[in-house]
């Protein structure tokens, strides 16, 4: 990787997250329930002056420093998700022009339609190689310290205490939470299976070794993932 790659990159990882925020979006739009970390953002905004964006910006720079906290590798992608994912969602939650959803059938449609927009932004991002989003590192970092529970059962009470949170401070919760918890997943495997796209093949740069390379000073060593 060269000094020319990674600020390309930067702006790849800018592309990847308004792609991703606009899918985020549509999961708002089809009112019928927010996925956990979403519901957590409008629940403070509820009881804040912040609007959501804010409060999603707030929430992941709480949560890169747990990252930090927790001796977790982070790079500019981190940083750079971190900062503006939650306000690019907020723009198009502004710009949208047209009512909030209000039937179950079409809310359902446009969440899936949501979570397949933002497969495309983390593939998009994700590809910029420079790390991965402040709550993945968070998810593997409490893995880690987890070893004996598998990691799937580690996100679900991740996202079980972060949805009680987000409930208990008034964000929307209903048949949407259920259809993020169970479909989003889904949704990203059939896309990254049709893009034949695999994360974990990616050479992820941490913010250290993405400074060297931007500097010329000392080697380019690879990280194989973001933990």
């Not at 708002?28 to 959501?52: Q, R, S, V």
């Not at 933002?118 to 790390?131: F, K, N, R, T």
Request: net charge positive.
């Amino acid at each position: 990787m060269t000094r020319k790659s990674i600020l390309l990159g930067w702006l790849q990882i800018v592309l990847g997250l308004l792609v991703f925020a606009l899918g985020v979006h549509l999961t708002i739009f089809a009112n019928i329930g927010l996925a956990p970390w979403d519901c957590l953002g409008m629940g403070i905004a509820a009881h804040t002056p912040l609007n959501y964006g804010l409060s999603m910006t707030i929430i992941a720079v709480v949560v890169l420093c747990i990252d930090l906290l927790l001796k977790e590798k982070i790079g500019f992608g981190t940083i750079i998700d971190a900062l503006l994912t939650g306000n690019f969602v907020q723009m198009f939650n502004d710009l949208n022009p047209l009512p909030l959803n209000q039937k179950l059938l079409p809310g359902i449609g446009w969440m899936v339609l949501g979570f397949t927009i933002m497969a495309l932004g983390m593939w998009i991002y994700m590809s910029a190689e420079q790390c991965c989003g402040p709550r993945d590192s968070l998810l593997v970092g409490l893995g880690k310290r987890l070893a004996k529970i598998p990691i799937g059962i580690v996100e679900v009470l991740l996202w079980a205490v972060v949805l009680l949170a987000g409930w208990l401070l008034g964000g929307p919760v209903g048949v949407g939470t259920l259809v993020s918890t169970f479909g989003a997943g889904l949704v990203l495997q059939l896309v990254y299976g049709l893009l034949h796209f695999e994360p974990r093949r990616l050479r992820h740069r941490s913010l250290a070794q993405a400074l060297v390379i931007l500097t010329g000073k000392g080697g380019t060593s690879l990280d194989s993932s973001c933990d």
